[in-house]
């Protein structure tokens, strides 16, 4: 006697029923696991740490921070400096136009996070637009691998900064773990297509 919880595959469909089960159960618990990860960073009360991420996640709006570094690297950098700030600013306006306008676009929407209680230092606000990719994960990722290639000892301050920005939008509430993920990946590819690569 079978037990009667077990699932038969549709008629006619054996050999591809289990991979595509296999494929739905994973997706089902990635995006489980994604959900479960956001809770836990955006959820619990932390004041103190909610300064400094509302304060990083605003200033990234827009690619402000990201402007401003350009604006000093071309003006203390030289013909380098003013050469990675180019690039820089360029690899932030294809990021955006590639992650707003076509992958937000043509990708299945994503309903943003939501924000069953909200917490009164958390003061992001909510975009309307798809939550995956994050934008502004991608911009501060591309940005900091042009100005990376172009002054090397900067790599750590960049990367440490563009990572706050891709965590801060989780914090805040606007964005799940995938989304900033997805959004960094975006922003290293163009970064990289559009880095300077002479030595």
Request: zero cysteines; proline letters at 8%.
């Amino acid at each position: 006697m079978r037990p009667a919880d077990r699932t038969e595959p549709p008629k006619g469909s054996h050999s591809s029923w289990a991979p595509r089960t296999s494929a739905r159960a994973l997706l089902q618990e990635a995006s489980a696991l994604d959900s479960a990860i956001h809770d836990a960073v955006a959820g619990p009360p932390t004041p103190t740490l909610d300064v400094a991420m509302s304060w990083i996640s605003n200033a990234a709006t827009y690619s402000r921070i990201w402007v401003v570094i350009g604006a000093a690297l071309a003006r203390t950098g030289g013909e380098r400096g003013r050469q990675t700030a180019i690039r820089g600013v360029t690899a932030i306006v294809t990021t955006s136009v590639t992650a707003d306008l076509l992958a937000k676009n043509l990708l299945p929407p994503r309903d943003r996070p939501v924000r069953s209680t909200p917490i009164a230092g958390r003061q992001a606000r909510m975009p309307t637009s798809s939550s995956f990719p994050s934008g502004h994960a991608a911009s501060a990722f591309a940005f900091a691998t042009v100005v990376t290639a172009g002054f090397p000892r900067l790599s750590l301050p960049m990367y440490t900064l563009a990572t706050a920005v891709g965590y801060s939008r989780v914090h805040m509430g606007v964005h799940y773990p995938s989304d900033v993920m997805g959004g960094a990946v975006l922003g290293l590819a163009v970064g990289t297509a559009l880095r300077d690569t002479r030595s």
